[in-house]
């Protein structure tokens, strides 16, 4: 896979979930409404299993609205889990979750069993926005209480409505490849750990099936079907000036132009995903790391090491 990066203080981040998590009663994720299935974190699905759930798509202004009802009826269609679509910056959409959350937990609530939710997301999926959204005037920011830890902020945003903060945390290995082109594409991932050509040659495929005509307009392009990726791509180039000495065309230069293109929203309303493909991708994504482990497996048992038993991340 081509998307390499660090996973930093995730073992951190995540003891401070596990830590905080017997006294949540709702466990908030926002995802990027453009990439909910590569956006969320499996290892956080792990972790909050059984817990009452409320997704919250978030950058939904960038994303294709009738597949973000699709990804919202795919949500709310799971157990103990509700959906919301939202734009971190307004103020009235993001006030809903107070109310969503207290029907998932509906015995909590009132000054003797305030409602405690934790809010996960990936870094950049829009979570600081947010809070500073909800935290308005009225938030009290306290990182200094006991059982606090520096890596939590506690928001209060009513009386018996407390909301912990947790940093941004990535997957802990991407398995999806797929995802991790989403999520390279999207700006989720760290400049330095991906190759932009390759990833706007993903991005490109995921976006044509569903949105070559908003391509051919922006960049005033022909017919698109009968060209690769590629081909597209350097079309791209070609139509935006990133021509090289000789005429040959930047290939480089034009990814970084479709890239900032799809990210600055001037592709239009676009999700890169659906539910269904995502559920496909992930499922093979599954089955290969399954093959990968057994070959591990396989290989040092014929070198005769034992191996230890459960492997990954320990935390
Ligand atoms: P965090 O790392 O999760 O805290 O993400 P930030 O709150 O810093 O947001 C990352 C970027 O996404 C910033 O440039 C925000 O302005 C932008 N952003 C956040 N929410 C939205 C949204 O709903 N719509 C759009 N268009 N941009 C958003």
Do not use: F, Q
């Given at each position: 896979m081509a998307i390499q990066w660090f996973p930093g203080h995730m073992n951190s981040t995540k003891k401070a979930i596990v830590d905080r998590l017997?006294?949540?009663d709702v466990v908030i994720e926002l995802l990027d409404a453009r990439l909910p299935g590569s956006s969320a974190n499996p290892l956080l699905a792990e972790l909050t299993a059984g817990k009452p759930a409320l997704k919250l798509l978030n950058k939904q202004d960038l994303a294709d609205a009738e597949l973000t009802a699709l990804w919202l009826a795919h949500y709310q269609a799971q157990p103990g889990t509700n959906a919301l679509a939202l734009d971190?910056?307004?103020?009235a959409p993001a006030r809903q979750l107070i109310p969503a959350c207290r029907a998932l937990a509906p015995l909590r609530g009132g000054m003797v069993k305030p409602l405690r939710v934790l809010i996960c997301g990936i870094p950049n999926v829009g979570k600081s926005t947010l809070i500073n959204t909800l935290a308005g005037q009225r938030a009290a920011l306290t990182g200094?209480?006991?059982?606090?830890?520096?890596?939590e902020q506690k928001i209060?945003?009513?009386?018996?409505f407390y909301l912990f903060d947790t940093p941004g945390m990535l997957w802990p290995?991407?398995?999806v490849e797929h995802s991790g082109y989403h999520l390279a594409a999207s700006g989720g991932?760290?400049?330095?750990?991906?190759d932009e050509h390759e990833v706007a040659l993903a991005l490109l495929a995921s976006v044509r099936p569903r949105y070559a005509e908003r391509l051919q307009a922006r960049y005033a392009?022909?017919?698109?079907?009968?060209?690769s990726d590629e081909e597209l791509l350097a079309d791209i180039g070609r139509k935006r000036g990133g021509l090289m000495a000789?005429?040959?065309?930047n290939l480089q230069k034009a990814a970084e132009l479709a890239i900032n293109d799809f990210r600055s929203g001037a592709w239009g309303r676009i999700t890169l995903e659906t539910p269904d493909e995502f559920s496909t991708w992930w499922a093979a994504g599954q089955a290969l790391d399954a093959e990968r482990q057994a070959r591990r497996e396989r290989r040092q048992r014929s070198r005769g090491r034992q191996l230890p038993t459960g492997h990954g991340d320990s935390g």
């Open positions: 017997p006294d949540i971190a910056s307004e103020t200094d209480e006991p059982g606090i830890t520096k890596l209060v945003l009513a009386n018996d290995r991407i398995t991932i760290g400049r330095n750990a991906y392009l022909g017919e698109l079907s009968t060209l000789g005429g040959r065309v």
